[in-house]
């Protein structure tokens, strides 16, 4: 009964929100460059002031260290920031287009419009950047915008929270606090898009959710992506970058490399130079360095344990790691050897500290083998020559591609992010971003004596005439 009633709260809370942001969605839509900079640089502003407490509640969530929390997510969140105050006047411009021969007398252009009433659902890991780097494209694109971030980093959600309201009135930004009930109760709503960054399972069901309304989706998914190291490689320095992508957050990140492929006779040499990159950066003993964050939750805990007893089950090794705590919810650094293609931990996006190292025998093997996988959020090529680069990426689909490193292209405001098929749908950062949360208008303006008068029947040949004379002059 009590539980029915949290729910009646939450619902008459959620339609509070939408009826309130309704008076202000055409406002928004009609700002200027200047109203909405403005209106941006507030959230920058208190980001800043907020900055150690914004960090500290991340620590406190995810439990990592300070240092990396600061670049990963307040620092990323600015960096898209004043990339969009350098460039909203540009994005927001209409863009001109050209016009064929037989419409002559009209002009055409593109105007970028506020979709309108946009939801964002943010995910667990990154919690302040991935919840509040869309709002901040929403915002630019003049937007109204209600984001509910993760119940399971409660104290960063409370940091959104007083940053988002520090900056906007609840009518043009609001938050919403809740488990999944609390999303599916959004979901319940005709938004005219929603973003939503998380697993492709849940992907599934808010696709399924906006459906019912033909809402607009971006789905910011998840998947197995692929490290591929080329015979070329320079072995040393892939296994330290492939070290640092994999095990920052403890693996929970989801462009992570999920799994990596090598020659069979590079493996050991490989797994040798992942066991010392991990020891220079982790120390002996992991779970003493103050730089290693620790798994979610203990539900993430048992899931990550159990697919690495899995494969040991089904035949794989473990090369290095493989212990763990419960209590602390500490995962070592692990690398997996001989790993069944077809284990569990071959199945599932692995979201974790856990690296199965495979081998190939030619390139076109490695390359056979993402092809037959669904298409992952990322791939990372390792090589020296460039023909051994281009065969992986152009044999290959992903969301996005680093060759020679791992993980970056992320931090990169200029380039797209997002996902193909189960990993994502549409993408955002930079120009991207602005124009996932912008309507492309297209819009042609008749100048003069209108064309249909031209157009119009009776037509006595008279079309077929200026189409042959138009085809001619084209010649
Ligand atoms: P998740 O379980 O799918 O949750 C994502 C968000 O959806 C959370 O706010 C969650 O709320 C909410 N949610 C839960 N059940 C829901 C439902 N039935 N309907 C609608 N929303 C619901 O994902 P996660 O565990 O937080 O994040 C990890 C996953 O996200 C991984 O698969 C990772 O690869 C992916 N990810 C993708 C990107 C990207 O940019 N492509 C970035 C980061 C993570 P609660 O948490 O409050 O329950």
């Not at 955002?428 to 297209?442: L, N, V």
Request: aromatic share 6%; net charge neutral.
């Amino acid at each position: 009964m009590r539980q029915l009633s949290e729910h009646q709260d939450i619902r008459a809370e959620i339609r509070r929100i939408w009826d309130l942001q309704k008076k202000k969605r055409w406002p928004l839509a009609q700002s200027t460059v200047a109203e909405r900079r403005a209106r941006l640089k507030r959230v920058g502003a208190a980001i800043e002031k907020l900055r150690d407490a914004i960090n500290e509640a991340v620590r406190k969530d995810c439990v990592n260290a300070p240092e990396e929390v600061d670049i990963t997510e307040t620092h990323l969140v600015m960096e898209e920031l004043g990339l969009t105050l350098r460039s909203l006047a540009d994005w927001m411009r209409p863009e001109p287009v050209n016009t064929p021969l037989l419409l002559a007398g009209t002009s055409s252009e593109v105007r970028p419009e506020a979709r309108g009433h946009v939801l964002v659902l943010g995910p667990f890991n990154y919690p302040f950047q991935l919840a509040v780097t869309p709002v901040l494209y929403a915002v630019a694109a003049g937007n109204v915008v209600v984001v509910k971030p993760s119940e399971k980093t409660p104290a960063t959600a409370a940091m959104v929270r007083t940053v988002l309201a520090e900056a906007f009135p609840e009518d043009e930004v609001a938050v919403v606090d809740g488990d999944g009930a609390a999303a599916e109760a959004l979901l319940e709503l005709p938004w005219d898009h929603i973003f939503f960054t998380g697993s492709t399972t849940v992907g599934k069901k808010v696709m399924a959710a906006a459906a019912r309304h033909l809402s607009g989706v971006t789905l910011e998914l998840g998947g197995k992506s692929p490290a591929v190291i080329d015979r070329s490689a320079q072995l040393d320095w892939a296994a330290r970058t492939l070290v640092w992508g994999k095990f920052i957050n403890a693996g929970q990140t989801c462009i992570a490399p999920d799994y990596v492929l090598v020659a069979e006779e590079q493996r050991d040499a490989l797994v040798e130079r992942l066991k010392t990159a991990v020891t220079d950066s982790y120390g002996p003993d992991p779970k003493a360095s103050p730089d290693f964050c620790r798994i979610i939750d203990d539900k993430a805990f048992s899931r990550l344990r159990g697919s690495i007893d899995s494969a040991v089950r089904s035949g794989a090794r473990v090369a290095f790691g493989g212990d763990s705590d419960p209590a602390t919810r500490y995962l070592a650094p692990t690398v997996l050897v001989d790993v069944p293609a077809d284990s569990e931990v071959m199945r599932e996006e692995i979201f974790g500290p856990v690296l199965p190292v495979l081998t190939y025998r030619t390139l076109e093997e490695a390359v056979e083998f993402i092809r037959a996988r669904p298409h992952p959020l990322a791939l990372y090529v390792f090589a020296r020559k460039r023909n051994a680069r281009e065969q992986v990426l152009e044999g290959t689909a992903s969301g996005g591609a680093c060759i020679n490193t791992s993980v970056l292209h992320f931090a990169n405001p200029e380039l797209p992010f997002g996902g193909i098929g189960p990993s994502g749908l549409g993408n955002y950062h930079g120009r991207a971003g602005f124009r996932c949360f912008s309507h492309e208008r297209g819009v042609l303006r008749q100048r003069g004596r209108p064309l249909s008068l031209l157009l119009a029947p009776p037509y006595k040949g008279r079309m077929n005439r200026l189409t042959a004379r138009i085809a001619r002059w084209l010649e």
